[in-house]
């Protein structure tokens, strides 16, 4: 074992995430990770792409930040040696949810894809399900976080109608049907606003063409309402 691997290992040995890993692994590891350096600001993730590894802060600290289309930002977390980042796409295979941008100079281990992969559980096992499914309930608090952060109650009822309208059956021009009847109460509870405020706004919506009530109590979304959300 070379004096570089050596070092790897002793490096991989202090993170956190890595304790579990056998010896045989560890080394597949230590192989495979590469150490990099960020600048101050510097961009260690971009949300909307995705870096196909897993980036560990060896020193350092940097801020997760999470911006809209209008550029606005909020800040989800602080990370500090021994955190790492990047995991959820290597899981699900989508673009990251966030950037991570360095606070100061910044040092990082980098594990490939393939290395990742090595240490997880066969992708047709139940332990991979559960991964993805964490993963993505992971993106969905992310988004639910963006939304309270940075939106208007119009926004946050905006938003919530059209997650309940991603998993609705496809309605006339391109309108989604949602079925049975949307409960003011829950919407409210999940936007962080009173129901009588919710009321107050899906009333509003719906004068103003971007939702309609159907007589079985259905609710039609229209494709425009995103312009809101």
């Known amino acids: 074992m070379t004096a570089t691997m050596v070092s790897r290992l002793d490096?991989?040995?202090r993170?956190?995430?890595?304790?579990m890993l056998t010896t045989s692994q560890a080394v597949s590891v230590a192989d495979?990770?590469?150490?990099?350096?960020?600048?101050?600001?510097e961009a260690i993730l971009e949300q909307g792409k995705n870096s196909f590894a897993l980036t560990i802060l060896l020193t350092g600290r940097a801020r997760v930040v999470s911006t809209d289309a209008r550029g606005r930002e909020v800040i989800?977390?602080?990370?500090?040696?021994g955190d790492y980042v990047g995991e959820m796409s290597l899981i699900d295979q989508a673009p990251h949810s966030a950037s991570v941008v360095s606070e100061v100079q910044t040092d990082t281990l980098v594990l490939d894809q393939l290395a990742f992969a090595r240490c997880l559980p066969d992708s047709d096992s139940m332990a991979y399900a559960v991964l993805k499914g964490l993963v993505h309930r992971?993106?969905?608090a992310d988004r639910k976080i963006e939304s309270l952060a940075l939106m208007d109650v119009y926004g946050r009822v905006a938003s919530a109608l059209l997650?309940?309208?991603g998993e609705a059956m496809p309605g006339p021009d391109g309108a989604a049907v949602i079925r049975g009847r949307v409960s003011r109460q829950d919407i409210a509870k999940m936007v962080g606003a009173s129901r009588e405020m919710v009321s107050r706004v899906m009333k509003d919506l719906e004068e103003r063409?971007?939702?309609?009530?159907?007589d079985?109590?259905?609710l039609l979304v229209k494709p425009h309402l995103d312009s809101l959300a």
Do not use: M, N
């Not at 993170?15 to 304790?19: D, K």
């Not at 063409?209 to 159907?214: A, C, D, L, S, Y």
């Open 216 to 218: 079985d109590g259905s």
């Open 11 to 13: 490096l991989l040995r």
């Open 163 to 165: 997650d309940f309208a």
């Open 138 to 140: 992971l993106r969905q």
């Open 76 to 81: 989800l977390a602080i990370l500090r040696p």
């Open 15 to 19: 993170v956190p995430l890595f304790s």
């Open 209 to 214: 063409g971007f939702i309609e009530t159907q």
């Open 32 to 41: 495979a990770v590469v150490k990099r350096r960020y600048r101050k600001g």
